[in-house]
């Protein structure tokens, strides 16, 4: 298989084609508390890209719309995108799960504009993630064979409660949809160990390595891998469930790869991290 380095973490607020207001601008400082990013040209996040070696980005959007009224992202604008860039984004869909038009706008996602998944966000979009009325969103994913990736875990953004993301919330879903493929952000930090337990019970359950660090990326990386976790535990229990994810642009996607290639794992191992498994969690063939 071919080797490939994906992205699975990026957020595309902020980029020109999305980011096309002042106004749209101030919502995704606010939403994000980055106030002192401003609208990134696509050339630049391409550019950051091809510095640090990642051939493909997963773009997430946000919708907020009964919550905040806003969107960081519309479908329409992720479609576009990925329309222009075909070779470098992957872009998935968002919904609002309290919108009573959410099974409605995400069945035009997958099968209109063919999104590759789905982004949800517990604690900024205030739900639970075993919440009955998540079914028929669960439900739509699953027909159309596409992946969720959940906020797990903390968030730094304003007005989010970390009640809502923990990882031992997401046991029911995994247990309930065998065939869903869900991604569990951030490690679920600092509930990592939770995290692992979800993966090593169910197989469609996967996390990526988007960590907000307080010191420096690799410092923080050893902490969660070879600390929280125990040092061996990637290599022998979760090489095929963790993915590559930067956090874009909160987080600087070239530091972050360079410091999961200075882990001590096996070179095979971050192979997979890389890529590899993003192509199975993606349903991609190379």
Excluded at 146 to 164: A, N, Q, R, W
Excluded at 169 to 178: N, V
Excluded at 239 to 258: A, T, V
């Amino acid at each position: 298989m071919k080797k490939i380095v994906i992205d699975m973490h990026v957020h595309p607020a902020f980029l020109e084609p999305v980011c096309k207001t002042e106004y749209q601008n101030e919502f995704a400082k606010k939403m994000y508390g980055l106030y002192k990013t401003d609208q990134i040209p696509v050339d630049a996040l391409l550019t950051l890209m091809d510095c640090s070696g990642v051939d493909k980005a997963v773009l997430l959007p946000l919708d907020l719309t009964t919550e905040y009224g806003g969107i960081l992202g519309t479908n329409d604008q992720i479609k576009e995108l990925t329309a222009t860039y075909p070779d470098r984004f992957i872009g998935f869909a968002s919904v609002d799960p309290h919108r009573p038009d959410a099974t409605e706008i995400l069945e035009t996602a997958f099968a209109e504009y063919h999104l590759a998944g789905l982004k949800l966000h517990p604690s900024k979009q205030k739900f639970y993630p075993g919440d009955e009325y998540m079914e028929p969103i669960y439900q739509i994913c699953e027909k159309y064979n596409k992946p969720i990736v959940f906020h797990c875990g903390m968030s730094v953004e304003p007005d989010t409660l970390s009640k809502y993301a923990r990882p031992v919330e997401f046991e029911e879903t995994a247990y309930r949809h065998p065939k869903l493929r869900i991604c569990l952000a951030h490690c679920g930090w600092p509930w990592v160990q939770e995290t692992c337990m979800l993966m090593l019970k169910y197989r469609n359950v996967y996390a990526d390595t988007a960590f907000l660090y307080f010191d420096t990326a690799p410092e923080f990386y050893h902490k969660v891998f070879e600390v929280d976790m125990g040092p061996h535990w990637i290599d022998r229990s979760f090489r095929h469930q963790i993915m590559f994810g930067s956090d874009d642009p909160r987080l600087e996607m070239r530091r972050m790869k360079k410091a999961i290639e200075a882990m001590d794992i096996r070179e095979s191992t971050k192979d997979l991290i890389f890529g590899q498994n993003a192509i199975e969690f993606l349903g991609l063939e190379v």
